[in-house]
């Protein structure tokens, strides 16, 4: 690894971008994420990179510091190994394909201030190219349902909402997005981390859910707001990021969930992946099919890997006496069966 640390004058906040071949993403916004207050300084961390985006960062953004690892960590381990040769007390986590609005550090730098019992937060995520709609990957704050199902104030499912400032409160949530993350180092640290072996998506999921049973909050800050492309390593539909998703959700559930709730909602995860894979298969996309099938046979064969981990979180929100941060519905059944496409018309009473 190369890195420039020890040249390094610690900062309130580091914001590092973690890189694989996104010279033209940062290109394009880089230059919004430069400005930034004293208190901070821009980092890109580069998961061994075949592009030109090492070079184009030497020749146009000396400011910028950087590191270089040995090989593609993917995005869970390639932010451990940044991480910990960055020193901050607050890190950012940002996405290359990301555009940042003037003065969007300073609402979350000012919530994290003031509220320490706050492990990290988000603000809200806008889409590039519909800048008055929420973007899928995190809209205004992620929560999941009854059955580990992910989903967002402003985005349920396919279903994107007009921002019409129906969710500018600031809320605790269960998960803050991977695209625009800022977390305390100390939380981050002390956690452990992201799960490596997730090497990328429901990578923050997992971290957030950890930090929550730890007696830890999570919050959008929805004072900031930064506009996100989206996809823009896979592309939404694409086979391997189906199978990340199945596997890692399963397996985060496997390790996050209460013992009381885990066998129920793995008997039901069972038939419904399996209606995914056969609505795919139905709609022509054998290979996403496919993907769904994998990441459960996968989840089969490596989740007594982390057996040691499950019995650590459970004994952690035992002793924090952490509620289960599961919402009470069913969002399949809202959303198909209710008609229920927004955020704000969910029963969500626990």
Not at 2 to 12: F, L, T, V, Y
Not at 259 to 268: F, G, I, K, S, Y
């Amino acid at each position: 690894m190369n890195s420039s640390r020890s040249q390094a004058q610690k900062k309130k906040v580091a914001v590092v971008i973690l890189n694989w071949n996104g010279a033209d993403m940062m290109r394009r916004y880089l230059p919004s994420v430069t400005t930034l207050s004293p208190e901070a300084e821009v980092w890109v961390a580069d998961n061994d990179s075949t592009d030109e985006s090492m070079t184009m960062l030497a020749e146009q953004y000396p400011q910028v510091r950087t590191l270089v690892l040995d090989r593609n960590y993917g995005f869970a381990e390639g932010y451990n190994r940044a991480l910990q040769q960055i020193e901050a007390h607050y890190y950012v986590l940002l996405n290359s394909d990301v555009e940042v609005t003037p003065h969007w550090l300073e609402p979350l730098i000012a919530w994290m201030d003031e509220h320490e019992d706050t492990a990290a937060c988000q603000p809200k995520i806008m889409a590039v190219h519909r800048r008055d709609y929420f973007e899928y990957a995190g809209g205004a704050g992620g929560y999941m349902d009854r059955l580990g199902y992910p989903f967002c104030r402003g985005r349920l499912f396919s279903t994107v909402e007009h921002d019409d400032g129906q969710y500018d409160d600031t809320v605790d949530v269960l998960w803050a997005t991977g695209a625009c993350m800022m977390v305390r180092a100390d939380d981050f640290h002390k956690a452990g981390g992201f799960d490596a072996r997730f090497f990328a998506h429901c990578e923050e999921i997992d971290l957030c859910w950890r930090l929550r049973l730890a007696g830890r909050r999570v919050v959008c800050v929805p004072q900031c707001h930064v506009y996100h492309v989206g996809g823009g390593t896979l592309p939404k539909k694409n086979p391997m990021k189906t199978f990340l998703n199945f596997r890692n959700n399963l397996t985060m559930l496997y390790k996050n969930l209460p013992e009381a709730q885990l066998a129920p909602v793995m008997r039901r995860r069972w038939w419904l992946d399996r209606l995914a894979a056969l609505q795919m298969l139905l709609s022509g996309s054998m290979a996403e099919a496919k993907a769904v099938m994998r990441g459960r046979r996968e989840y089969k064969r490596w989740r007594h890997e982390f057996d040691d981990d499950r019995q650590r979180i459970q004994k952690m929100a035992q002793t924090a006496q952490a509620p289960s941060p599961l919402s009470a519905c069913a969002i399949l059944w809202q959303y198909y069966a209710r008609g229920r496409k927004t955020f704000a018309s969910l029963p969500l009473q626990k």
